[in-house]
């Protein structure tokens, strides 16, 4: 079964940096597409960066330059460095998961296309 733990949110003040962390547990074989979503309360959920199965990164225009998606080589762990926080980066975050190869180097993955997600870890960037 398919487990993702989300860790490292906070609070911070503008300009801040934070690193999200997400453990991820059952998944089997390498054929793993991954993803970093927000999501502000009464709005809809925002693919903010993703991975394919071979590593190749992709971010919302919102994001490039400030946002870093990784993962470690077993795939156990993934990464969001977030650097130059604004007011607006506040939101849940949330980590997902699919099997296959869900990003063609164009739009991001919307969250309809992956099947597992974390609970969650709160960012909140405020002076």
């Known amino acids: 079964q398919v487990q993702l733990v989300e860790s490292g949110g906070g609070a911070v003040q503008p300009g801040g940096s934070l690193r999200l962390s997400c453990a991820v547990f059952?998944?089997?074989?390498?054929?793993?597409?991954m993803a970093w979503f927000r999501q502000v309360q009464g709005k809809e959920r925002e693919g903010v960066a993703t991975i394919d199965v071979d590593g190749h990164t992709g971010y919302a225009d919102s994001v490039k330059g400030r946002f870093t998606i990784s993962q470690n080589n077993a795939k156990t762990f993934l990464y969001l460095q977030i650097d130059s926080l604004k007011p607006g980066d506040t939101a849940m975050y949330y980590c997902?998961?699919?099997?296959?190869?869900?990003?063609?180097?164009?739009?991001?993955?919307?969250?309809?296309?992956?099947?597992?997600w974390g609970q969650g870890t709160q960012v909140t960037v405020s002076s």
């Open positions: 059952g998944i089997t074989g390498r054929g793993i597409s």
């Open positions: 997902a998961a699919a099997y296959g190869r869900l990003w063609v180097g164009s739009s991001l993955p919307t969250e309809y296309e992956y099947n597992y």
